[in-house]
């Protein structure tokens, strides 16, 4: 018996990340047809190195949307898991980090909704990684979760739009989760952190959620 995305074309915005990675691999797993859409082609794990690819910034419209024409225009499915983070107050956070989170974490998340409207096809699925930022007020990481907030708005006016083309948008807000994204921020440093999720046990529930046409993962959807 096949699996709910057995055969389904879905593109991975994010793939050279550790979830996109993750989410890529369990895909292929059950069966889908998986695309791959990175910021930087080099960092794409070899295994991966067979699946059609394009380059692309999230924040540039433009340049998404000719690479998801050039992976084939019409899928049943995008999922976006590409974002970046920074810490400190809102006084210390330089202008040109917080233009570059909104940019990627909220104008990202805008595109992929825009573009969902002409590249999913009529019953498919959209889902974002907004995270459990949006929902948190966290001293030292205030301008990330502003960025966070404005893509959860974005995931929730999208989801009235595309309602005609009966697209299921799906609002993952998962709790911090081991993917080393904190050692990569735009700037500062991350404050102390409880131990998060595996990448495993993200990726898990939101094929889950997917398969069960879910609109909204939030944080406590995530517990065993």
Known sequence: MGTFFENKSVVVIGASGVLGAELSRNLLAQGANVHVVVRTPENLDSEFSALPSAHAEIENREALARALDELGGNFDGLINAAGVVAFGSLADV?????????????????????????????????????????????????????????????????????????????????????????????????????????????????????????????????SA
Request: charge should be positive.
């Open 94 to 222: 330089p202008n040109e980090v917080v233009s570059k989170l909104f940019a990627v974490n909220a104008q990202g998340t805008v595109n992929v909704l825009s573009l969902a409207s002409t590249h999913v096809k009529e019953g498919g699925f959209v889902a974002s990684l907004t995270g459990v930022a949006a929902d948190v007020d966290v001293l030292g990481m205030s301008a990330y979760c502003a960025s966070k907030a404005a893509a959860k708005k974005a995931m929730s006016i999208g989801a009235r739009e595309l309602r005609s083309r009966k697209i299921t948008v799906l609002d993952i807000r998962a709790p911090h989760t081991e993917t080393g994204l904190v050692n990569r921020a735009l700037y500062g440093e991350a404050p102390k952190m409880p131990q998060g999720l595996t990448p495993q046990q993200v990726s898990a529930r939101i094929l889950q959620a997917l398969e069960n046409g879910e609109k909204d993962l939030p944080a406590d959807a995530f």
